[in-house]
Structures are given as C-alpha cells and as structure tokens.
C-alpha cells in the first residue's frame, strides 16, 4: 500500500500519469463508497459532497496540494490522504 510519502514523491517526479491515475482511481473509489453508504443505509451521512461537473484536473490539484501542505501526514496511507483532502475541499452542507 503506498503512503503519503510514496504519493508526494511519484507527483513530485514527474510521473504526472501514475500520480494523476492513482488520485483519480480513489477519488472514484471514495465517490462510490458514498453512494453504496447513502443507498443503503438512509442515516449515513455522506463525508465528501464534490460539486457537479468537477474535473478529474481540480481534483487532482486539489489532492496534490493537500500532500504538499501537510508534510507530518504524509506517513499515513495515501488513499487515506486522498480522502482527507477532498474531505477538506469538498465538504457536505449540514
């Protein structure tokens, strides 16, 4: 499983493909889970809440920037972090 550290040095590489990929597969993966959760359980309350049309690029940007200004996480799993940003980014109205 990669880390924080493992992410931020493969966006920090210049391998932009497998950095970008790998954001976009969890950020798919985060995206479903909310949709499994809120479908089968009415009372889970969704965490991520990205807005419509948002881009695979934003997202991206958004993750990687979230790796680069939080450098004491970056020990944590890197789908973890990836949650954690768009978390902060794109949280859900209460």
């Known amino acids: 499983m990669l880390n924080g550290n ?6 920090s590489s210049g391998s932009d493909a497998s950095c970008d990929y790998y954001i ?14 809120s479908e089968a359980a009415k009372n889970i309350k969704q965490t991520i ?16 920037k979230y790796i680069q200004d939080n450098p004491k996480k970056r020990n944590q799993p890197a789908s973890g972090l990836v949650f954690l940003a768009l978390t902060d980014a794109f949280p859900c109205r209460k």
Not at 24 to 37: F, R, T
């Open 49 to 64: 809440c990205m807005p419509n049309g948002v881009t695979n690029r934003r997202l991206i940007d958004t993750v990687k």
């Open 24 to 37: 976009m597969g969890s950020a798919e993966g985060l995206s479903l889970m909310n949709l499994i959760a």
């Open 6 to 11: 493992e992410l931020h040095e493969l966006c």
